[in-house]
């Protein structure tokens, strides 16, 4: 069956520095997503894009969070300087049409 | 404000009992998930509900869509030590969003 991957499964990085998480969505899949869920908290929508724009945002996407499908296959989250509040697990989903959207098993970001 | 609010938050049964989950809200939902998440791992899709009153069977998990789209309803028969993880239930607010909007979870235990 199909499935959302990420890599890498977990990402320790230093307060400042760029991070980038990767996600290979559903191969048909049309609209791409990322959520993030802090520890303990309930899982916050980020972004979502589809066709190599972004769609939507929230307000904790701010201009240090970027988007890029750099080819077909790829979706990837670039925080550019992290920070401590940026700690938390980071789920890319994707969905082909209207309705559901599947999740990957997120990546666990820990700034230091 | 909580546009989704799961109850209880907590639940910790004997194998065996029946239990039931709400999800509640004052929006009204085009559709609504629920997801099962395992520690460290991304929601896993159980159901969808769209139609106002939609009953769905999944074994001994119940689904339930209220009639006015506002909340739903997870009932399972005979809890099994299997059954433990969290529940997370999710919707769209309206038709074409993109934005899941996710409830805090209920963690569900059930005891051998």
């Known amino acids: 069956e199909p499935e959302v991957t990420q890599t890498p499964s977990h990402q320790v990085t230093q307060m400042g520095q760029e991070v980038i998480l990767r996600c290979v969505p559903i191969?048909?899949?049309?609209?791409f997503y990322w959520y993030r869920q802090i520890l303990g908290q309930k899982v916050e929508f980020l972004v979502s894009?589809?066709?190599?724009?972004?769609?939507?945002k929230s307000e904790i996407f701010d201009d240090q969070f970027s988007v890029e499908r750099p080819d077909g296959s790829n979706f990837t989250l670039k925080i550019r300087s992290t920070k401590l509040e940026d700690s938390a697990m980071y789920f890319c989903?994707?969905?082909?049409?209207?309705?559901?959207?599947?999740f990957g098993p997120g990546t666990r970001l820990t700034v230091l | 404000t909580q546009l989704l609010e799961q109850s209880p938050q907590f639940l910790s049964i004997q194998e065996g009992e029946n239990l039931t989950v709400y999800c509640n809200s004052s929006?009204?939902?085009?559709?609504l998930q629920w997801y099962r998440q395992e520690p460290g791992e991304g929601p896993v899709l159980l159901v969808t509900?769209?139609?106002?009153?939609e009953v769905k069977k999944l074994k001994r998990l119940t689904f339930q869509f209220g009639d006015a789209r506002k909340d739903s309803s997870l009932h399972i028969t005979a809890a099994q030590p299997g059954d433990t993880g969290l529940y997370l239930c999710?919707?769209?607010?309206?038709?074409?969003?993109?934005?899941?909007?996710f409830g805090q979870g209920t963690r569900l235990t059930i005891n051998p």
């Open positions: 999710a919707g769209f607010i309206i038709q074409g969003a993109q934005k899941l909007v």
């Open positions: 929006s009204v939902f085009s559709s």
């Open positions: 989903a994707s969905r082909q049409g209207s309705g559901t959207q599947y």
């Open positions: 509900v769209v139609t106002g009153g």
């Open positions: 894009f589809y066709n190599n724009e972004i769609s939507e």
């Open positions: 191969s048909n899949h049309l609209y």
